[in-house]
């Protein structure tokens, strides 16, 4: 290996143990202070460049989220080394299947590199689509309001790209089902 190859390298895997680190360490602090919570936010607000994203899926094709655009949209970052993460989407692909017919999108951004992501891809085959941020990807979550730089991360959008909910740590039943609910009444009320 090249001297800046050995380098880079270095720092990808010193980068993945930061997040690593963060995220055991708000998991920690979360589960004392109460657990985690769903992060309420107004409907005015949105993320940041949000339909300019563009990311690479296992397969290798750009995925654009602009085509996600006028759909109610759960993004959830996660990655293969997450223990909370792998629990949790098998919870994601049935949410999924089971409300695909109602518009209901989910994406899945994994916070890791392709091949690690395919394998796992292999053993767990996930009904709705995958993406591939890399490392990058926990610097995006931090700027759609992951404070804690921690995964799983999770994040509602209504149909019009609004911020609904928020979510740091694992997803559950309870969430899913209060997140639909709220989908339900906008589209009620709207």
Not at 6 to 15: D, F, G, M, V, Y
Not at 36 to 54: A, G, H, I, M, R
Not at 123 to 138: H, N, V
Request: overall charge positive; some cysteine; charged content about 15%.
């Amino acid at each position: 290996m090249k001297p800046d190859e050995t380098k880079r390298n270095a720092l990808i895997l010193a980068t993945a143990f930061a997040a690593l680190g963060t995220g055991i360490a708000a998991y920690w602090w979360h589960s004392k202070n109460g657990g985690y919570s769903n992060f309420q936010t107004s409907e005015s607000d949105t993320l940041p460049n949000l339909w300019d994203q563009v990311f690479v899926t296992p397969a290798g094709s750009d995925l654009k989220l602009a085509s996600f655009r006028k759909t109610p949209l759960l993004i959830n970052f996660w990655a293969t080394w997450c223990p909370p993460c792998v629990e949790e989407l098998p919870l994601l692909d049935r949410f999924f299947v089971e409300n695909q017919s109602n518009g209901i999108q989910i994406l899945g951004l994994a916070v890791d590199k392709a091949e690690a992501v395919n394998s796992f891809l292999r053993k767990t085959p996930l009904s709705f689509p995958i993406a591939i941020t890399g490392a990058s990807g926990i610097t995006l979550s931090k700027s759609w309001g992951n404070l804690s730089a921690g995964l799983p991360f999770s994040i509602l959008l209504d149909a019009n790209g609004h911020i609904m909910q928020r979510k740091m740590g694992k997803l559950n039943s309870s969430d899913l089902t209060t997140w639909l609910a709220a989908l339900t009444s906008q589209k009620l009320t709207s």
